[in-house]
């Protein structure tokens, strides 16, 4: 089956790191029999927005809606705003979001070779942070109220049925895990502040009968703040998180410095019949058109998006062995001492992309036929 990948390349080093995860997507066609991805490159972002007055034509919508999975680089630029004075990327990420239902932000933390964590005697880190995507304080994003130049707010909106999918997203994530690295338990936390927000107890409450639906799996509770500090000290206690969209937001970056920073950290934003993989940082405008982003967290986010399509199509044996080809190369690459500028490394975004790119071609000649 031909799978049709709706392709953002986004804003800043968008374009850089989504054609790197794109090359090491088509080693993969090369040697996997049978994996057919059709690359459909669209537009929209900040730079689009400034020259077109608009986050994104409808026939990229339009394409959103019929693609098979999304794949995204970064988008938004700090110069380019809307008249609200906020930045181009959220109308569109978020609308997204909202329009194909993408409720789980899954965000998986764990180390990658010959990357330095915050706290380099620390290696027990394991995790996947699963961010409400579509409600929180993000569910009256571009609304909330305007009065003149004096106030504006934005509303937490904590639903039943969204907080039900979302747990129920994290404890089927839980399942099919190994647990966490401190004793194998599988476990989910909710991550709240259930103590001074109604919304938020709500959304414990709801968690909590979720909870009661998977008596195999171990759940428990943090409040986001002491959270913020033990998940540094403590990465080890913790397996699969689920909590509201910006707490998820805010805590997925501080999660990242578990692992060493940004470039490593992966992302997709999954429904129950889209999703959209992306990594989980910015577009680095101070940094772009220089070849020197890492492109890590994209090409494992396009993994990730491989191994979604695989559980969609469990007939299609191509999407699981790619998506395997992917991990390991990327392993590998790294392994060799292969790495960009921000992990002390010496390659460029585009010559580490090559490298991955190698390794897939050199690994599935040795698996395919
Ligand atoms: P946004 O709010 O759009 O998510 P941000 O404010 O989180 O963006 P980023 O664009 O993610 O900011 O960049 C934060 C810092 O991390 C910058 O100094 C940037 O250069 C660095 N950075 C982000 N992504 C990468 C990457 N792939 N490779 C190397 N450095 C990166």
Redesign the pocket.
Known sequence: MTYQVATLRGD??GPE?VDEAVKALRAAQEVVPGLDLEFTFLAAGADHYAAHAEVAPDSTWQALHEADAILMG?M?HPDIRMPDGT?V?GHFIVNVRKKLHLYAGVRPIKFYPGARGVNPAQKDVDLVLVRESTEGLFASFGGGAEIEDEVYSDTMIVTRRGTERVARYAFGLARARSGRPLDGARTVTCVDKANIFRSLAFFRKVFDEVAAEHGDIHSDHALVDSFSMLLMQHPERYDVLVTENMFGDILS?LAAALVG???LAPSGDIGDRHAMFQ?A???????AGQD????V?TIVSARMMLDWLAQRHPDDAALPAAADLVERAVVETMEAGDR?V?LGGSLTCSGFGDAVAATVRRLGAGTAA
């Open positions: 800043g080093i790191i970064s938004g930045e990327q970056d920073g940004l470039g990594p940082h910015g577009s680095a405008p101070d940094i020197r982003a890492n492109p967290a960009t921000d």
